[in-house]
């Protein structure tokens, strides 16, 4: 595996792969890798010639009041485990390589970012594009590789896709479990032993309120239904459970074809995000 930090490097290599007519899978992460970047990276070196894992803390995606500084950094760690699941290429630029100038151009996400995590994280969604579009260009892959974990990030990647004709296959990777159901997290080792056990409430409450959707095609009455069962059985606070259109993320109608039912719970203060896609008619 090559570490590269410049963009004049990686464009090296990533031109001598075009021509060379390689597939090119780009996983993006932040750096940290845990389970969920594992799978990602796994499931491009499967399907790719070449695998590039890019490594950098976005400061555009962070708020002012949120953990730009303090989000947890280990290169050497990172660079074992991306060795250890297949990498070619992990580029980790420094801030001023990727954001030499603050040119004033923007890119916005729009409706789609201004509900659930969106609701709370303004301008977020606008800095998670603005550096993905970025990294498109710098590495263009054939494929790109997003958990469904972050569903809504990944709806609004997917769409950009879509509208702005990025020559791109965006590839959704399953979100990764713990026996009991609970979504793997790194946020997971902050939960108390209460807790921990208490969290699996999250899967439950989804996967009822997907069976009762799909039964009686009343989403009132199954997004009802899982918030109670998650309030009754747990001690968590529920921050939004929504049911919604995907990937456009507006309301369910006779129309809609795919189903996002995506929550977030507070257990004390860590924050669990988990979520269902499936289609409304249930194939
Ligand atoms: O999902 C993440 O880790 C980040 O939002 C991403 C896609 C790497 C962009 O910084």
Excluded at 76 to 95: C, N, Q, Y
Aim: overall charge negative.
């Amino acid at each position: 595996m090559k570490i590269v930090s410049t963009i004049k490097e990686l464009n090296v290599h990533i031109t001598t792969a075009k021509k060379a007519n390689k597939t090119i899978g780009l996983v993006p992460t932040m750096g940290y890798l845990h389970e969920g970047h594992m799978a990602l990276a796994t499931a491009a070196r499967k399907e790719n010639d070449l695998v590039v894992m890019s490594l950098f803390v976005n400061p555009a995606q962070f708020g002012p009041n949120e953990d730009y500084e303090s989000y947890p950094r280990d290169l050497d760690r990172d660079m074992r485990i991306a060795e250890k699941v297949g990498v070619d290429f992990l580029f980790a630029p420094s801030t001023s390589e990727m954001y030499p100038t603050n040119g004033g151009i923007q890119i916005l996400a729009g409706p789609q970012s201004e509900i659930l995590c969106g609701a709370t994280r303004f301008g977020h969604f606008d800095g998670v594009l603005k550096v993905v579009t970025k990294l498109f260009h710098l590495t263009r892959p054939t494929n790109a590789y997003f958990g469904q974990k972050d569903a809504q990030q990944l709806a609004i990647i997917e769409t950009m896709v879509r509208d702005y004709n990025f020559p791109i296959e965006i590839r959704s990777v399953p979100i990764v479990r713990e026996e009991d159901g609970l979504a793997k997290s790194s946020r997971n080792v902050f939960l108390t032993d209460q807790q921990r056990l208490q969290a699996p409430v999250i899967w439950q409450a989804l996967d009822l309120a997907t069976t009762h959707y799909l039964k009686y095609d009343n989403d009132i009455e199954a997004t009802r239904l899982a918030k109670e069962h998650i309030e009754t059985n747990s001690n968590g606070r529920i921050d939004y459970l929504q049911m919604l259109s995907y990937p456009d993320l507006t309301e369910v109608t006779e129309q809609t074809e795919k189903i996002l039912l995506a929550t977030a719970v507070y257990f004390g203060n860590t924050r669990l995000i988990d979520n269902i896609i499936f289609q409304r008619k249930g194939d």
